[in-house]
């Protein structure tokens, strides 16, 4: 069975509700859903992610391929893995200068 989405409970979405004298009783998901959100692919790039997270302020996105739902990636996902990169790549020049310094120099 394919998940479609169809929309999403955010947190803006349940305040409206409690906002409410009173909540109906009769009261569903779709009436108080975001229909259509903005979602990503697993193909995006994490600095485009980034990009929609800084200029919209979410918290997180639905990830979807062809409007199926696959999951949920947040903030701190591309974070953390945009760090762990950063992180790697120092390393690596770490490394690399290191071995440099260690280098004898061509005798003539």
Same mark, same amino acid.
């Given at each position: 069975?394919e998940?479609?989405?169809?929309?999403?409970?955010?947190?803006?979405?349940?305040?409206?509700v409690?906002? #409410?004298?009173? !909540?109906?009783?009769?009261?569903? @998901?779709? &009436?108080?859903?975001?229909?259509?959100?903005?979602?990503?692919?697993? *193909?995006?790039?994490?600095?485009?992610?980034?990009?929609?997270?800084?200029?919209?302020?979410?918290?997180?996105?639905?990830v979807?391929?062809?409007?199926?739902? #696959?999951?949920? !990636?947040?903030?701190?996902?591309? @974070?953390? &893995?945009?760090?762990?990169?950063i992180?790697?790549?120092?390393?690596? *020049?770490?490394?690399?200068?290191?071995?440099?310094?260690?280098?004898?120099?061509?005798?003539?």
């Amino acid at each position: 069975m394919e998940k479609k989405l169809v929309g999403v409970i955010t947190q803006t979405d349940i305040g409206h509700v409690l906002q #409410l004298n009173e !909540i109906p009783e009769d009261m569903t @998901v779709a &009436s108080v859903m975001t229909g259509y959100p903005v979602s990503v692919s697993p *193909l995006d790039s994490l600095e485009d992610i980034l990009y929609l997270f800084t200029r919209d302020k979410y918290a997180w996105l639905p990830v979807c391929d062809r409007d199926i739902f #696959l999951g949920i !990636i947040h903030q701190s996902d591309v @974070v953390e &893995s945009l760090f762990s990169e950063i992180s790697s790549e120092k390393k690596d *020049l770490e490394i690399s200068l290191k071995e440099e310094q260690h280098v004898e120099p061509e005798k003539s």
